[in-house]
């Protein structure tokens, strides 16, 4: 379980890095709209994933 944990966490961080730099590289509102929802996905996985791992 703390492996899939892990895995979570890093797969949402790297899709957060993903949409931001879309974001930066195209002025459309879907890109913001998408970082947004990212950073979401990632603080309740870290949150949840952290619990977790304890």
Known sequence: MKVFAVLF???S???LNVTFVWMV???SQAAGKAAFTALIVFINALLICLAMIE
């Open 9 to 11: 966490i890093l797969i």
């Open 25 to 27: 590289w195209s002025d």
């Open 13 to 15: 961080y790297l899709g």
